[in-house]
């Protein structure tokens, strides 16, 4: 019988990132003392995307950082989410809102955000134009699935002559070539060291 994952016991040893206290654990394990957690989103009202609580440099206040929101697509700040052992600071973001006339003030709070505890470099990384939505990839899984299963409700069959060319139209493989191709970009960059990495999705691709 199969067993939902909602109705799993949930390990104990696994931290799930529900609570503020969540997170400082995964601070404290990363190494990462220059960051806090931050709990400007605890009733969503900057964000309804976003979790309750965000990770944001030790440097900036809650009430700078409550005027950044509004400059990124719905208010999906940087926040971080992985340190590398050389030091490199892992971000996440959506990207920005161009019709948003922005401060000389806001423009420091957001580098200050951006660069986090990293002075010297930032580098963005914007995954829309090269990577798959998680739509696309969940409808290529579909067809995978159908060919290798033989889903019957689908009708998805292929003669042995003809199966490899039916996978290659399923789109996974050239999907997961992409996001393996872009994570090896992201991993080169972090291991170069005392840099910032901000990943900038759009919103088709925006996760938590």
Wanted: contains cysteine; aromatic residues 8%.
């Amino acid at each position: 019988m199969k067993q939902f994952l909602s109705n799993r016991r949930r390990d104990s040893h696994m931290n799930w990132f529900e609570s503020a206290s969540d997170w400082e654990q995964e601070l404290e394990r990363c190494g990462a003392t220059s960051w806090r957690v931050s709990s400007v989103n605890d009733r969503f009202e900057m964000s309804t995307s976003l979790s309750r609580f965000i990770v944001v440099p030790q440097k900036v206040l809650d009430t700078e950082l409550k005027k950044s929101f509004a400059h990124f697509n719905e208010g999906r700040i940087p926040r971080w989410c992985w340190k590398h052992p050389r030091g490199s600071d892992l971000l996440r973001m959506s990207s920005f809102q161009n019709n948003i006339y922005h401060e000389k003030d806001d423009i420091r709070n957001l580098e200050m955000i951006l660069f986090g505890c990293q002075s010297s470099l930032c580098v963005v990384v914007e995954l829309g134009d090269e990577l798959p939505s998680p739509a696309d990839i969940q409808l290529a899984h579909s067809r995978l699935r159908a060919l290798c299963l033989g889903d019957i409700s689908t009708s998805v069959s292929a003669p042995d002559d003809k199966w490899l060319s039916t996978l290659e139209s399923t789109h996974w493989l050239d999907y997961i070539r992409s996001c393996l191709r872009k994570a090896s970009e992201v991993s080169c960059l972090l291991r170069s060291g005392h840099l910032t990495v901000a990943l900038q999705a759009t919103l088709g691709l925006t996760l938590k």
